[in-house]
């Protein structure tokens, strides 16, 4: 019979680069070091990966693998020492692993020369060391012969295993006979197709040792019952358990506490559109809520007592089911922070700089959705303060610094937002050469601005300050596109800097991109919503605070500033008549250092509101970011307040 | 509905999948309009909607269709006709196509109506408020003419601005 196993490719591929991964930070973390149980750790990634390779079918996977095996165990089993060129291979292994894995995935073209190369070292560096491995690894030239009872579980197909494939690694370590017992199967009438009916007897005749048969059988441990025993012994060894402990543990019965306990909660693997489907779900019954909110309010409070409390139990429950949605979608940061001590490593070589990495605040959990589109900016600041803010090694110490230089990682929660921070301690950004460079490149800018206004210009389209290209940065699509980015996920991005001591990015997120909390405005009979994040004040503007400016529109003055007037009425082509300014409420929102007030009829409310998208099924409108739907049904518009904000002081510079 | 629509469809979607056999009718002033029942997701009472700011007069809004906000495209003023009330009669046909979802308000709905590749004459190049470019074809049925529009084509054409393509930015 043949599966399908193309349903569970993906869930190997997962496993797959989650164990690159892991190997990747734990070889960083040997660096030359004692082994113990990070090399364990290191060995079993790879093993797992070469056994799913082989039971998939990836013959050059898993062959790739078997060599890094190969020097791993030499490692952990002493014959080798752990050395910096050993792990400098074995990194540049974990990439070449990578891209043989994601051509297999995606079918794109294999970076082959990186592979065989990478290869090419790898049995190198085995065979140069061929003799040690010989002598350490005594291997029982004598035969032996093996009984093996071999009876899987029913349900072992649907976890994607083939008994066949077992046997057929079987009959590789020897002289394999088989005998299917057929007597646990029922009667034909009843057979299942998808169940395994069949048990084994087998006779090995193989040089290699128990565990390495008991190895074969790593993948459906726990799945089977297994008993393999030497012919000759009379006694049968107590019956080898059927979920015994993993053959690798043996080498380290003590894991270090704290290190690969991490999600040992036991967990489940849930596909993201799952848990998208309930977070809509939760939408709309929020959506529900609030109507039945709504409608409640007009009921009498005494007659209605009942009701009424059990609307507010609804209310609690509805927002803690939100939260508890919420929460599956939130990840460690420590999944985008991983990556770095591989960059850090490798750019600072290049660059002839010694750089320490220190990440603070790892557990930080945010929405995997803002997780995975924060990865490409904070490579761009790390790569600059790389390149540009930490000095050469002599530099720093002409300096008086430490000659190593440190980029630091930061990530908390404030309120509602996340801050992730890129700090180095660097010389800092450079006033006069961010200046003369922007002159040089024709973007408006005078000596008498200010340093945040300054360091703003790092962020215009094209601008670079390194002399010359480099293939780590000075392209000049950095900062803007770092901006650009963060401002879609609704944050803001700050620089600090001082002269010779460092800079410091920070990066403001919102915790989640489905809800909002936001301020409800009505215009005309229309409802608008604000993020209240933008929103600094509202008030009513008194007759003497309003001027008209010729040309340039309506101005407010609120605390001798003044502020541009915007009245949405009229922006968004609405009916009816303004209002005189004076009746009206004027909103002051900010986005981007820049305020404006907006003018609109009333002040609706606050509330939580869910985002819904507008271009699924429409297209973007201006100063438009999506929609949301209101307690009563009705759908209600949220304002782009940094698109209004930009757009209003376009027009007004025309 | 669809049901009925998908299990007679399937013949012809293996034979020739250009032409569908049953069509929803409506009416718009005078005339009897026809279009691929497959693409009706349903039949709603025109609700209040939510105005869009920079949308030619014939986008009447967004509606909430069970948590999904549908644009909602008023034929009667897309088509220049005379009168466009809005009543409790008035109705909204739900499109589903190219993989959106677009409410659109008609001046009734009729029945549904199958016909033949007989019954299908070509279209002339004249003589309807449509765009040639939208007919598919001229469907006859004893004394009715039906027009009968590639409402596909239409809803994703760029002078209805229902999508992004018109690239506003």
Redesign the interface.
């Known amino acids: 019979m043949s599966i399908d196993l193309a349903q569970f490719h993906r869930t190997f591929f997962e496993e797959c680069f989650e164990g690159i991964d892991l190997m990747e930070r734990d070889l960083l973390r040997m660096g030359g070091g004692p082994g113990g149980e990070t090399v364990n750790a290191v060995f079993r990634a790879a093993h797992s990966i070469k056994g799913g390779a082989a039971t998939f079918g990836f013959a050059a996977i898993a062959s790739f693998t078997h060599h890094m095996e190969t020097l791993l165990d030499q490692m952990r089993s002493g014959t080798r020492a752990i050395s910096d060129p050993a792990v400098d291979l074995l990194l540049r292994a974990t990439d070449a692993l990578r891209s043989l894995l994601a051509a297999a995935r995606d079918g794109e073209p294999l970076d082959t020369a990186r592979v065989a190369g990478a290869q090419a070292a790898l049995e190198a560096f085995l065979g140069a060391a061929d003799a040690p491995e010989s002598t350490a690894v005594a291997v029982p030239a004598v035969e032996q012969a093996y009984l093996i009872r071999f009876v899987p579980a029913p349900d072992l197909f649907r976890s994607g295993n083939d008994p066949l494939l077992i046997l057929r690694e079987l009959a590789t370590l020897g002289t394999l006979e088989t005998r299917l017992d057929l007597d646990t199967a029922p009667a034909f009438a009843e057979c299942d197709a998808e169940s395994c009916h069949m048990a084994w007897s087998l006779r090995l005749l193989s040089s290699h040792s128990r565990a390495e048969l008991q190895e074969v059988f790593a993948w459906v441990e726990g799945s089977c019952e297994l008993d393999i025993r030497l012919e000759s012994a009379a006694a049968p060894p107590a019956a080898v358990a059927t979920t015994g402990p993993a053959v690798h543990a043996v080498a380290a019965p003590t894991p270090r506490p704290g290190e690969h306990t991490v999600g040992d909660g036991g967990s489940i693997r849930v596909g993201t559109d799952k848990i998208d489907a309930l977070m809509n779900l939760v939408g709309e019954l929020i959506i529900t809520q609030a109507m039945l909110a709504q409608l409640a309010g007009a009921l009498d409070p005494v007659l209605n007592e009942k009701l009424l409390a059990g609307l507010s139990q609804l209310d609690r429950n509805t927002r803690l089911l939100q939260e508890a949605v919420m929460s599956t979608r939130m990840l460690p940061i420590d999944s985008v922070f991983s990556r770095f001590p591989r960059l850090v490593r490798d750019l600072a070589a290049k660059l002839g700089k010694q750089v320490r990495l220190t990440t603070v605040g790892e557990s930080t959990e945010l929405d995997k959705s803002v997780i995975e589109k924060i990865s490409d900016p904070l490579n761009h600041l790390v790569r600059n303060s790389l390149d540009h803010g930490i000095e050469s090694p002599e530099a720093r110490s002409a300096a008086g610094k430490d000659a190593v230089g440190t980029v630091t990682l930061k990530a908390a929660h404030q309120g509602d937002n996340i801050l992730v921070e890129v700090c180095d301690d660097g010389r800092g950004l450079d006033r006069a050469r961010i200046l003369a460079k922007a002159r040089e490149q024709g973007i408006a800018c005078t000596d008498a601005m200010s340093d945040a206004e300054v360091w703003q210009l790092i962020f215009a389209p094209g601008f670079s300050t390194a002399d010359r290209v480099t293939d780590v940065s000075g392209r000049g699509v950095g900062m803007d596109v770092v901006k650009k980015n963060i401002a879609a996920l609704g944050g803001s991005v700050e620089l600090h800097s001082s002269a010779g001591r460092g800079s410091r990015t920070v990066i403001r997120l919102p915790l989640t991109l489905a809800i909002l909390d936001g301020m409800s405005v009505g215009v005309s009979g229309e409802i608008f919503i604000l993020p209240l994040s933008a929103v600094i004040e509202s008030l009513q503007p008194q007759a003497e605070q309003v001027k008209r400016v010729v040309h340039q529109g309506t101005v407010v003055r609120v605390r001798n500033e003044y502020l541009p007037l915007v009245d949405l009425r009229q922006w968004f082509g609405l009916s009816g008549k303004s209002r005189p300014l004076h009746e009206a409420i004027a909103v002051i929102v900010e986005s981007e250092g820049r305020k404006l007030a907006l003018q609109v009829d009333e002040l609706v409310g606050q509330q939580q509101v869910v985002i819904k998208s507008l271009e699924a099924n429409y297209r973007r409108i201006r100063g438009v970011s999506g929609a949301t739907i209101l307690g009563d049904g009705r759908v209600s518009l949220i304002l782009d307040v940094g698109a209004i904000v930009r757009l209003f002081s376009q027009a007004q510079a025309a | 509905m669809s049901t009925t629509g998908h299990e007679s469809a399937k013949p012809t979607e293996a034979a020739a999948p250009a032409a569908p056999d049953e069509f929803l009718t409506f009416t718009l002033g005078q005339e009897e309009y026809g279009v691929d029942i497959l693409k009706v997701q349903e039949i709603r009472g025109y609700d209040?909607?939510?105005?869009?700011?920079?949308?030619p007069d014939f986008i009447k809004?967004?509606?909430?269709l069970r948590?999904?906000?549908?644009?909602v495209v008023d034929m009667r003023l897309k088509f220049h006709l005379a009168s466009a009330e809005y009543n409790e009669f008035t109705v909204m046909i739900i499109l589903n196509v190219a993989r959106?979802?677009?409410g659109m308000v008609v001046d009734g709905v009729s029945d549904v109506m199958q016909l033949s590749a007989e019954q299908i004459r070509p279209a002339p190049e004249f003589g309807s408020s449509v765009n040639t470019r939208f007919i598919t074809g001229i469907g006859t049925l004893e004394q009715r003419m039906l027009i009968l529009i590639d409402i596909e084509k239409l809803m994703s054409s760029q002078d209805m601005?229902?999508?992004?393509s018109?690239a506003?930015?």
């Open positions: 209040t909607v939510t105005r869009i700011p920079e949308a809004g967004v509606i909430n948590g999904t906000i549908v644009p959106r979802v677009v601005a229902l999508m992004d018109v506003i930015h």
